[in-house]
């Protein structure tokens, strides 16, 4: 019919584009816990990897298509930051466009941690020498062709990093004090010129933040001023810094005592000097102290940190305090937020605003007072008290903090303090109030959100057989009305499935419950539906027996007849039905699942060919009144995977052999099967009843051996069935293949010589593509059963000779083989070929139960240790002497042509007592018996004589080899001339 054929190929990109790959950028520098982005800093090793696929219009009709399309990878270095002394600790989560991974291998990549002396990576050093470069100092993470999926772009990535400043014991945030230190003095990355002698004493600093939980995680991304940085700092951790005595110090606001993480700080608020007008400088007004109250209503009542959130991937969050007396007062004046990112934890941000927002609002005075030189060891945010009695002020021993220090044209001291409201500068915390039972109904009540959802892959036996999830939510608000239900497939993009209007009655079971056989009158299932704030009732036996108290535990269905409260929200359960619908009856912990099933359950289904993948499921809540809808964006999603174990897997596709069957081994492949766990390859002979072996796997293929073929018995046609079984060793019809391998056809021109001692077959060369080599067949009797003769096999050589024969007329059959089998039965032998030996060098053929030992034997003696196969026949047993092995034992040996070693079958065994040769590293044995060196040699080339002994004649099937004393000896009792 002449179909058209089409070829479509997309375009080949030729370079990699990236997110980010810039030169100058500041290496950031962390401390805590934070999220960095990174920068591109090598790359190379571009590959387009082509993916071709060709459909074809069918038998009869021509044409078809033929579509490629491309991948990509790319070897890459992604440089995040500096590792300090010691490099970071490590990467906790990896953030790639919008998944989230917790591992680097689950990401593809690997870590550098930055330690000055970190290694250079190995595939640099290997592939890229010229720019094998160790990056001191700096933690990257890499990877070896990484994958750029079909767009030939670098994912955007970011990670969550633990660095080596920390405060320990569990606590993953840093001491501002550690974090101020390491910035300013460290020998890599610090402030220049900056020594440690600059820093004045920090631990009554430090000592302040631990107790108060002001832990910081600051990341530097970006140039800035370090006086900005410090700003921010101090701004979060409620202290001033100011520099005397030619040093930094830092000196926090803090008036009252505080406990936390293991340490306790109390203030000190006793005044360095009560100052008096006898101490103070009075101007010529007569006054010794000026001061400049703010009005309250001028000062900002609302005060906002913008921080940001560790538990929300470190997004921005807003941290408030506010004043409610004053907003009441003086109405609402709101402060832009105030940036202090290095807060990463919302409850230190909540800590740290409300103690800015008091000193935002009540710090309001500021006093101006004059000091003669002998008090210069005076220091900003030293507290002194004054006191006057002949201006107009009339202080007495007011408490005031210094904040500036300068000196007039006089040389007289100038300061400039501010007054200390005591209790102020320490966080309140502050009680909630719960509501009365009084208390009027309220359209705008918030909802509630859903206690933690149950949610399973419905049975198939009450779907039937469709693939459906079943949702039992339930909320313990008061004011929850219901939800609605968003799915996805990606966690990003969300669809409506529908509405809850009801709860569902779930919880957990609060006793095991053991195994029983339908009915069981003798176990109780002790459930707590406290979370969805369920109630249950009794039933009668009909309606149990019909499914109407039907409950889920586990994956066992069950129904009760009587529900017996037990206290609040918990009930005992009796008289059951186990194992109800299909289901299987089992035991079941403590804290299983119980889901009543009943209307109230929500159900969706999915199509089959998402089986596998997870989603993941949102339900905003909305209140008794249909309103106050929850923002779903705020929500975290629940997860479920689609994988019920009872959905079949699709009928395997595509049988075929992996390619033609040659050599030593009969590959099979199929198409994937969809929702296929495992895979059964059963290879049947030709009546398709007689099974030979079974190969399970979890791949869609299957390889069968010509080593298991001889433990199994050899066929030169088989049947393969193919079965895909879900988890459960569910299998839909089998798929079944029939595949022949024909032996190589009968030689021409055999022909056979005969000498005064040896014998010789010869024919043309077989043009078999499969040749494995040749073999001959002989006795001293026409119209012999080959299969008990004995035989020399030729590695490719149609030439094959026999040694040493006694005088007489003998009569041989020569074949090609192939890498299969050498077995005679499947062979095309060629018609019997007649020699004559004339004069004789020895006994009779000693072959295939034609002849024992004697100087033509070849056989070892019977205390050689010979390599058996292991129990499971996989791999090397025990070695057991000759005398105790046994037709019907297993050895491990090499096959004399494909070389594989495997386990064979001892065929046959006798004993006789026969002159032997002795040689070094090797058995005593028979003059004509072969070892294999780099060929097979006799034992008198390389042995003496040694007397006699009795000696053990072995016949292996197949491999026609078995290793006796550590070296492989030779089976057949005529020269192989391999």
């Known amino acids: 019919m002449g179909g058209k054929s089409t070829s479509t190929t997309s375009p080949k990109l030729n370079g990699l584009q990236v997110q980010s790959s810039t030169l100058g950028l500041p290496i950031s520098l962390g401390w805590g816990r934070g999220r960095m982005k990174c920068n591109l800093i090598w790359y190379n090793a571009f590959t387009a990897i082509p993916h071709t696929t060709k459909t074809s219009a069918g038998k009869g009709l021509g044409g078809g298509s033929k579509n490629t399309t491309y991948t990509y990878t790319a070897s890459i270095i992604l440089g995040i930051c500096e590792g300090g002394a010691s490099g970071i600790q490590g990467i906790r989560t990896i953030y790639k466009d919008t998944a989230v991974l917790t591992t680097l291998s689950a990401a593809g990549l690997s870590l550098a941690t930055g330690a000055a002396t970190q290694p250079v990576w190995g595939y640099l050093t290997s592939k890229f020498p010229a720019q094998a470069i160790n990056y001191s100092g700096i933690a990257y993470v890499y990877a070896q062709d990484y994958d750029l999926a079909d767009s030939a772009t670098l994912s955007n990535h970011s ?89 930094l110090k830092i000196r926090p606001y803090g008036d009252a005592a505080a406990t936390g993480n293991s340490v306790t700080w109390a203030p000190n608020l006793t005044p360095v000097y009560d100052l008096t007008e006898d101490d103070l400088v009075v101007d010529d007004g007569g006054n010794a102290v000026s001061i400049e109250i703010v009005d309250q209503s001028d000062a900002y009542n609302i005060v906002q940190f913008e921080f940001l959130d560790r538990s929300q991937q470190y997004n921005v969050g807003i941290a408030t305090a506010q004043d409610l007396d004053n907003i009441v007062t003086y109405g609402r004046r709101k402060q832009d937020p105030t940036t202090v990112h290095c807060i990463c934890d919302a409850a230190i941000a909540r800590k740290a605003v409300q103690l800015y927002g008091q000193r935002v609002l009540y710090t309001r005075e500021k006093y101006t007072f004059k000091l003669p030189w002998n ?152 459930v707590d539906l406290t979370a969805s704030r369920g109630e249950l009732g009794s039933a009668t036996a009909a309606e149990a027996n019909a499914g109407g108290s039907l409950c889920i535990v586990g994956d066992e269905l069950v129904t009760y007849q009587t529900a017996t409260l037990t206290g609040t929200g918990t009930y005992n359960l009796t008289t059951l039905r186990r194992g109800f619908a299909g289901t299987l009856p089992a035991s079941h912990a403590v804290g299983q699942r119980f889901i009543r099933l009943d209307d109230a359950v929500f159900k969706f289904s999915y199509a089959s060919l998402n089986v596998g993948s997870t989603i993941y499921v949102k339900f905003p809540s909305f209140n008794v009144f249909g309103l106050e809808l929850q923002d779903i964006s705020t929500l975290s999603p629940y997860t479920v995977s689609l994988t019920p174990s009872t959905a079949l897997p ?36 030709a009546d398709r009843t007689t099974l030979k072996r079974e190969i399970v796997t979890s791949t869609p293929a299957a390889t069968y051996t010509s080593a298991l073929a001889a433990q ?127 004069t004789g060098g020895g006994s009779s053929p000693g072959g295939g139960g034609d002849g024992g ?64 040769f002795h040689a070094e590293g090797y058995p005593q044995a028979t003059p004509r018996h072969r070892f294999w060196l780099d060929r097979w040699v006799m034992m008198e080339e390389i042995g003496v ?28 009792k005529v020269q192989p001339t391999l």
């Open 945 to 972: 004589a040694a007397g006699e002994a009795r000696v053990a004649k072995i016949t292996v099937g197949d491999a026609h080899t078995y290793v006796s004393d550590g070296v492989l000896s030779h089976n057949y």
């Open 650 to 685: 699709d009928r395997v596709t595509g049988l075929a052999l992996a390619h033609g069957w040659d050599g030593s081994s009969l590959s099979v492949v199929c198409d994937p099967s969809t929702r296929a766990v495992t895979y059964k390859f059963r290879f049947y002979l």
């Open 159 to 247: 990670f969550e990093i633990d660095f080596a400043t920390q405060l320990g014991g569990g606590v993953c945030d840093a001491d501002p004090k550690d974090i101020i230190t390491d910035f300013l003095t460290n020998a890599a990355y610090g402030v220049p010129m900056w020594g440690s002698g600059l820093i004045g004493d920090l631990s009554d600093y430090s000592l302040y933040c631990r107790a108060n939980n002001l832990l910081l995680s600051p990341m530097l991304e970006s140039q800035s001023s370090a006086a900005s940085i410090l700003e921010e700092w101090l701004t979060a951790t409620n202290a001033a810094v100011f520099w005397s005595e030619g040093m």
């Open 375 to 526: 008090f210069a060891l005076l220091e900003p945010t030293d507290l002194v008290t004054l006191t006057t009695t002949t201006d107009s002020l009339l202080l007495n021993r007011v408490l005031v903090r210094i904040t500036e220090i300068g000196e007039d044209a006089d040389g007289l001291l100038s300061i400039t303090a501010e007054g200390v409201p005591v209790g102020t500068a320490s966080a309140a915390l502050y009680a909630s109030h719960s509501s009365g039972p009084d208390r009027q109904p309220n359209a705008a009540d918030t909802p509630g959100s859903v206690s933690t959802p149950a949610l399973i892959n419905a049975p198939t036996s009450l779907t039937n057989g469709d693939p459906e999830i079943w949702c039992a939510v339930a909320s313990p608000s008061p004011n929850w009305g219901g939800c609605e239900v968003w799915v996805s497939v990606d966690n990003v993009t969300y669809s409506r499935a529908g509405t809850v209007n009801g709860p569902a009655r779930h919880g957990v079971l609060t006793a095991a419950l053991a195994n029983h056989a339908d009915p069981d009158t003798a176990n109780t299932i002790a």
């Open 853 to 916: 030992g004697g100087y033509n034997g070849r056989c070892v003696i019977d205390s050689a240790l010979i390599l058996m196969a292991d129990a499971g026949r996989s791999g090397p047993g025990i070695q057991k002497p000759a005398s105790m092995v046994e037709v019907g034992d297993w050895v491990w040996t090499r096959h004399e042509v494909t070389q594989a070693w495997g386990a064979y079958p001892v065929t046959a065994i006798s004993f006789s007592l026969d002159p032997v």
């Open 712 to 838: 199994d018995g050899v066929s030169r046609v088989y049947h393969v069935e193919v079965l895909a079984s879900n988890a459960a060793g569910d299998a839909p019809p089998s798929s079944w293949l029939v595949v022949t391998n024909n032996a190589p056809p009968a030689v021409s021109s055999p022909a056979a010589t005969g000498g005064t001692t040896n014998g010789t077959m010869t024919c043309t060369a077989s043009a078999d593509p499969d040749l494995a080599g040749y073999v001959m067949f002989y006795s001293s009797t026409s119209g012999f059963n080959p299969s008990t003769s004995g035989g020399v096999l030729s590695a490719g050589i149609p030439s094959i000779t026999v040694y040493g024969l006694s005088a007489g007329t003998y009569y041989g059959r020569i074949a090609a083989y192939d890498g299969w089998t050498a077995d005679p039965a499947f062979l095309n032998l060629s018609a019997e070929q007649t020699f004559t030996i004339s």
